[in-house]
């Protein structure tokens, strides 16, 4: 007069092979592969979000381009930088000559933020080695960071954007043989809202063209 628990222990049984599926971040050596483990993770952002964000463009790119978190477009569309702060981003690339289906583009949180805030400090660190793994699968030999959220992320500072621009820092995780150029810039939507910043950014993106010639 058991029940028959049968069923339940399938469900269990698929559940339990489901998440050995699953790799660990450090098993991890393709970026493809982040994507369910990201799923997998437990974020309160997931709830208010359709979908998760990764990346787009070449995942064999030599520049990495990061930004914040999406934004509504981002998230309807499942990528990064298609709303208008990505439209400026593609005529800003376009302008020293560089396409955006060559570069990867990824942002330091891979899921839209209530009223479209600024992430906390905690919620970049909760998603940092899952940008620090694309990171280390893609080894680009240029980082180009965009905006606040990606310089704390990257550059671990308290220091301002305003005063690491102009200056070529370096990044490199302890599994990482070589370290890889940086170079800090404002985030287009900040440009959007304070169009005086533009020339700023104009100068970035000389430093970057330069440093791309010298490669």
Known sequence: ETPNN????????????????????????????????????????RKNSKNMV????????????????????????????????????????SAIQLERKNIYITNTIPWKLPQNRAPTDQEILEFLPFLQRQIEILKPKIIYLLGTAAVKAILSTPLNLSDLREKWHDYKSIKMDTSVKVLVSHHPSTLLQSPKLKKEAWNDLQMLQKKLNEN
């Open 6 to 45: 049968l069923l339940e222990d399938e469900q269990k049984e698929k559940n339990h092979n489901k998440v050995k599926a699953i790799k660990s971040l450090n098993e991890i050596a393709e970026i493809k592969d982040l994507i369910p483990l990201i799923l997998n993770h437990n974020s309160p952002l």
């Open 54 to 93: 990764l990346f787009d463009g070449n995942t064999k790119s030599k520049i990495m381009i990061i930004g914040e978190a999406p934004g509504k477009e981002e998230d309807e569309h499942g990528l990064p930088f298609v709303g208008s702060a990505g439209q400026l981003l593609n005529k800003m690339l």
